[in-house]
């Protein structure tokens, strides 16, 4: 069954080759098809991790409350949950539907080579062959290694902006300075990776993630702007009409002459 859904996806990039007759540019088209399919899933996952932002403040004030009393924070955190209409698995369901797909078009991309067997596997000549990996090209010079070393740059950049852009709005140094930290570790393991993967699986990953950062700073930007609009219309109906009264000045009457 797994191999019928890989050969699937196989079809559907030679479709597209025989459009268009470039393998790189296919696995690009193939990478936007597979990105607007899981657009929505994206949208709940951005959504999530918004409202994530918002919770975490009175998430933290909990634990400086009740540091050693976790029951009493269990049962606090559930309040603000509700209150806020906030799953935390809503993140993770979306990123487990769609991990399917991404594996098995991973698997797919690092066996091209064996599927086609086309020394003319490339990417309209900026990357001469989709099937060679980082480590075998850097084995040929500088010249040859060059568009691989962009492609892993992006393929590790893309796993850390993410965390850096997600980072911007939080007055939290430590929590701050504990992610980008994350971010800076496993982009140097996303590094390590590519160096033995395939320029296609490169080209798909770097492609996909700069797709999801752009759709993901969309609902963002999107969720400010609704939060905006709310608090606006809050504080017209709270704030109360002030009626500026000036009181004239009462006028001498005249003295009659006698």
């Known amino acids: 069954m797994w191999d ?42 951005a959504k999530s991790n918004y409202a994530m932002q918002k919770v975490q403040p009175k998430i933290q004030a909990l634990k400086e409350r009740f540091p050693d009393d976790p029951t009493r924070q269990s049962q606090e955190m559930q309040k603000i949950y509700a209150e806020m209409k906030f799953n935390p698995l809503a993140g993770c369901l979306p990123m487990l539907l769609q991990m399917p797909i991404f594996i098995a078009l991973f698997q797919v991309l690092r066996e091209m080579g064996d599927r086609i067997g086309d020394d003319s596997y490339s990417f309209y000549n900026l990357v001469p062959n989709l099937v060679q990996t980082p480590s075998g090209a850097f084995a040929e010079g500088f010249g040859t290694f060059f568009p691989y070393l962009v492609l892993m740059v992006v393929f590790a950049g893309a796993t850390f902006l993410p965390m850096v852009l997600q980072q911007l709005k939080t007055e939290n140094t430590q929590q701050k300075n504990q992610t980008l930290m994350m971010g800076g570790i496993m982009s140097i393991m996303m590094l390590w990776i590519s160096w033995g993967s395939p320029a296609g699986v490169l080209l798909f990953w770097g492609a996909s993630s700069v797709i999801g950062i752009a759709q993901n700073q969309l609902t963002l930007a999107r969720c400010r702007a609704q939060d905006k609009k709310r608090e606006e219309e809050e504080a017209l109906v709270v704030k109360p009409v002030e009626v500026d009264v000036v009181r004239k000045e009462k006028k001498k009457r005249p003295k009659k002459k006698r």
Do not use: E, N, S, Y
Request: glycine letters at 2%.
């Open 4 to 45: 019928i859904f890989k050969d699937w996806i196989f079809d559907v990039i030679q479709f597209f080759f025989d459009f268009c007759h470039d393998w790189g540019l296919a696995i690009i088209i193939v990478t936007i098809i597979f990105r607007i399919i899981v657009a929505p899933l994206m949208h709940k996952q």
